[in-house]
């Protein structure tokens, strides 16, 4: 069941974070029979008006009576429906008289309850409009016309009822209303969790009460990672978040618009990083760096605990930081593009992973996240086509780890005559420094010491062992490393095998 009706408020009590709105509607039915004038609940959606509506009639001991949108609102309907209620009234008056004229009248009352009140020129004909207005002031019974937009009503209407304004419903608010269903439900929570639902839904609690049921789905707790990744359709597309934290938005907007993206914070951050440049440049750009590199820190954080609560601090970063770093708002129509996003357990990264940490000397994570997004870009669609070959050959890749850099498909032969390129190049390399070539291939035990991976030491190659296609490349490229006269003045700082082959 939908626990929005499952938790639907019974009576006004039950309605919260509007308690001014809530008093004045409760008086107002109270004083009904001294007035007699309708009832104007305006507010944003999903912040309870219809609940207050019915609890109220509830609380009264009144039934109700609904006119909705989808029915046709014509002239003629209303006048029926009007007249419908004034019956009803009398013949359940009838029925159940205790004596008391003024006690059976007041009890014997129905709410009229008209949504969308301020959608005449959609749900009303000509005739309906002016029968609405013609209702309210003669009406026997009272109406609560319910809308989201109280000027979007005509003059006279408006100055025919009364009005109360119900407030968008905090998160503080809405936070108890959310624990209070997963304790009846017999969920577990994070705080955090019910925090974060209260704050993406920007005031609605139909919405967050919404959020909460298909974070709950499935789950046998409420976690923030059950929140973010829950399934309730997200409704900005990830251009439209682009342009709204690269050029447009405040950055406490820029953080709600996050909220709104069907992505987790990860792809978030690449999303902004492959596409920040085509909009940032100079000091804002450095600033916006630093809150990326708070964000990656955040979300190095989430991947070591796997507590997903850190999440809010990257997004806080990501979307509100690279908004506050931006120098007013830019314009024009950017050409965003797709990151390139590594796949953690794929055989081709991991090959080329491997390679990259092997000859630079670095590890295999700074080689997934760092180098091969950089050399992705450098080599983009095998262009320039030199750095493409000298990269092949630096790092032995085979035509499929080239198509998987460089975003090329895998057996074009542009990626087939770049290999072969490449591996003229080794022979050339290997040739130049035969006889020598096998001392430089040797790593030294501290540089295999650095490597964090599991594929075979090279060193047996010294050792005189059969070698192997991988050891004739790393030979190559540790013979560049060392062995060539131009290479002589190199530092230990430049292992990055890309570069010899240049
Ligand atoms: N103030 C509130 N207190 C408690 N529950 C609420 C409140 N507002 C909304 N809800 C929850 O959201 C559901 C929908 O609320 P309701 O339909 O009353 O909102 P509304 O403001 O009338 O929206 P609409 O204008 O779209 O009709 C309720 O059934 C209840 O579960």
């Given amino acids: 069941m939908d626990w929005t009706e499952k938790y639907r408020p019974t009576t006004l009590s039950e309605v919260r974070g509007n308690d001014k709105a809530r008093d004045a509607f409760a008086k107002w039915g109270r004083t009904w029979d001294d007035h007699r004038k309708a009832v104007i609940l305006h507010g944003s959606p999903g912040i309870g008006k219809t609940s207050a509506a019915h609890a109220l009639a509830n609380d009264m001991g009144w039934e109700t009576v609904e006119l909705n949108a989808s029915d046709k609102r014509t002239g003629d309907v209303i006048e029926r429906f009007a007249g419908r209620a004034a019956m009803n009234a009398t013949l359940a008056g009838a029925a159940e008289k205790t004596g008391d004229e003024a006690t059976d009248r007041q009890q014997n009352r129905q709410l009229v309850v008209l949504d969308e009140a301020d959608n005449i020129h959609g749900n009303y ?6 029968a609405i207005t013609k209702l309210v002031k003669q009406s026997e019974q009272p109406i609560v016309l319910i809308a989201n937009e109280f000027y979007d009503m005509s003059r006279g209407l408006r100055k025919a009822c009364q009005d109360i304004e119900f407030r968008d419903v905090s998160a503080r608010s809405i936070v108890p209303v959310l624990r209070d269903i997963c304790r009846r439900e017999g969920v577990e929570y994070d705080s955090d969790a019910l925090q974060r639902i209260a704050e993406e839904n920007g005031g609605d609690l139909r919405g967050a009460v919404n959020d909460l049921q298909a974070a709950a ?3 046998e707790k409420v976690t923030v990672e059950s929140v973010v990744t829950g399934s309730r359709d997200r409704s900005m597309g990830i251009f439209a978040f682009l342009d709204a934290v690269l050029k447009e938005q405040e950055p406490r907007d820029a953080l709600q618009s996050s909220y709104a993206v069907d992505e987790t914070p990860d792809d978030l951050t690449k999303w902004i990083e492959g596409n920040i440049t085509k909009v940032y440049e100079g000091e804002e750009l450095a600033r916006a760096y630093e809150f990326l590199a708070n964000a990656d820190r955040w979300l190095g954080r ?5 507590n997903y609560s850190y999440w809010r601090y ?7 930081g690279v908004a506050a770093s931006r120098d007013g708002t830019k314009g024009g129509w950017t050409r965003f593009g797709r990151p390139q996003f590594w796949p953690s357990s794929d055989k081709t990264a991991d090959y080329v992973a491997r390679k990259i940490a092997e000859q630079s000397g670095v590890s295999m994570d700074t080689a997934r996240r760092d180098v091969i997004p950089f050399l992705a870009t450098m080599t ?17 890749l085979e035509a499929k780890h080239v198509s998987f850099v460089t975003g090329s498909g895998e057996s074009t032969n542009k990626v087939e005559s770049i290999v072969e390129d490449a591996q003229a190049l080794r022979d050339e390399a290997m040739e130049e420094h035969s006889g020598s070539a096998f001392e430089g291939a040797v790593p030294s035990d501290e540089e295999d010491s650095q490597h964090e991976d599991e594929s075979e030491p090279s060193a047996d190659v010294g050792a005189g062992d059969d070698v192997d296609d991988i050891d004739d490349a790393e030979a190559a490229v540790a013979d560049a490393d060392g062995g060539t006269v131009e290479d002589e003045t190199e530092t230990d700082d430049d292992q990055s095998g890309l570069s010899d082959f240049f």
Wanted: hydrophobic fraction near 35%.
């Fill in 314 to 320: 990257a997004g806080d970063n990501l979307a509100a």
């Fill in 380 to 396: 983009h669609h095998c262009k320039p086509r030199e750095l493409t070959v000298a990269m092949a050959a630096a790092y032995e």
């Fill in 125 to 130: 004909d000509r005739g309906g409009a002016s």
């Fill in 302 to 306: 989430v991947r070591a605990t796997q």
């Fill in 217 to 219: 789905e499935g789950n």
